[in-house]
């Protein structure tokens, strides 16, 4: 799908329109909406009901809305791409100190710099 390149705006470039347009697509296929049910013994409920034939647009719907509300949404400006190459992932910088989407690309970063440096050191 669309949503990698939807999320280029995270690194400051602007994303392809046809990217846009498949999101949008996708958010207008099917609707997405959680409709009110009752039952007698359990009461209200919130559930999708949408036609089994139509999993696979619902799953891309629900998919596209969640990217919308992440880009759009109070957290957007937390979003950052993982600064460990080559690792393509994004994440929402829950503190200022983070940069990797994760320990195991931290410690990747770490132990090339330590190389580094070991290999100056005896240069
Ligand atoms: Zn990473």
Not at 49 to 57: F, L
Not at 60 to 68: E, F, G, S, Y
Not at 84 to 112: F, I, K, M, Q
């Amino acid at each position: 799908m669309h949503v990698r390149e939807v999320f280029a705006a995270v690194e400051d470039r602007a994303p392809a329109p046809s990217a846009v347009e498949a999101l949008n697509h996708a958010l207008t296929r099917t609707p997405t909406a959680h409709l009110l049910t009752r039952e007698a013994t359990a009461g209200f409920r919130s559930e999708a009901t949408h036609p089994t034939t139509r999993v696979v647009e619902h799953a891309l719907a629900a998919l596209a809305a969640d990217t919308v509300a992440l880009l759009t949404g109070p957290d957007a400006v937390l979003l950052a791409a993982c600064a460990a190459e080559p690792c393509n992932r994004y994440l929402l910088r829950t503190h200022a100190r983070r940069h990797w989407c994760s320990t195991r690309c931290g410690d990747r970063v770490r132990a090339a710099r330590s190389y580094a440096r070991r290999n100056q050191r005896t240069a």
